[in-house]
């Protein structure tokens, strides 16, 4: 699995967007950014993922460079209940049972 | 649907004692697995389950024993509780081919005393 960096913390207010940024430099073709979050007490939740193009969910959206070496996860209107860690993970998409490795994430706390 | 469900949220063991913990999952997934969060190791796995019938051992099994009957639970017992067992241990299950889209349960806190 390729290398990511990312801020150890961040934090924004109420309300405004969100922007969590990963470095992959080391990523390779076949490999897809994933982003998780864990929140307090709770276990991982799955975000979003992709491999080039830009994506969009009900949760987030994710856009990734165009030489994919970095991403941002954006959440448009941060609350409070968005106050947890954020993992990025750079994976191919057949991983098989290798479980999921978070690293330190980005621990990132919304201000009301 | 309520996703994946576990049980006891919470439970306190002696050394020695034994104890199954219960994992749900109500959305059809042919893939569940068990791991175990210990502060600064990160998911480990313990074993895991391709569908019903069929289960294998992950990178820290010893200790743990898994079954899977139907698809919708993935039991795992505790058959001698021992301190080293202290942990948060999760739940999760995937359907075939989406190998990083897990959904995980909420955990269950363990404390061997």
């Known amino acids: 699995d390729a290398k990511t960096t990312q801020p150890p913390s961040m934090d924004c207010a109420e309300g405004r967007a969100a922007n969590l940024p990963c470095n992959h430099s080391?990523?390779?073709?076949?490999?897809?950014v994933y982003w998780y979050r864990q929140i307090h007490s709770q276990g991982p939740q799955y975000i979003i993922h992709?491999?080039?193009n830009n994506e969009t969910n009900e949760m987030a959206s994710l856009i990734i460079t165009e030489d994919r070496k970095s991403s941002t996860l954006i959440l448009p209107h941060a609350t409070l209940r968005d106050t947890a860690v954020y993992y990025c993970?750079?994976?191919?998409?057949?991983?098989?049972?290798?479980?999921?490795?978070f690293g330190k994430g980005t621990r990132f706390s919304v201000i009301a | 649907n309520a996703g994946v469900t576990q049980t006891p949220k919470f439970q306190v063991l002696k050394t020695g004692q034994s104890m199954t913990l219960q994992c749900a999952q109500d959305?059809?997934?042919?893939?569940m697995s068990w791991y175990r969060q210990d502060p600064g190791m990160g998911l480990r796995l313990i074993h895991y389950?391709?569908?019903?019938?069929?289960?294998d051992q992950g990178e820290v099994p010893n200790g743990y024993n898994v079954s899977r009957s139907t698809t919708e639970d993935f039991p795992l017992r505790l058959l001698s509780a021992a301190p080293s067992q202290t942990s948060v241990y999760f739940c999760?299950?995937?359907?075939?081919?989406?190998?990083?889209?897990?959904?995980f349960g909420p955990g269950t806190r363990l404390t061997v005393l």
């Open positions: 999760a299950s995937r359907v075939r081919d989406r190998d990083n889209e897990q959904f």
């Open positions: 993970i750079v994976r191919s998409r057949n991983s098989g049972n290798t479980p999921l490795v």
């Open positions: 992709g491999l080039k």
């Open positions: 080391t990523i390779s073709g076949n490999e897809y």
């Open positions: 959305m059809n997934h042919e893939y």
């Open positions: 389950s391709v569908g019903a019938g069929i289960t």
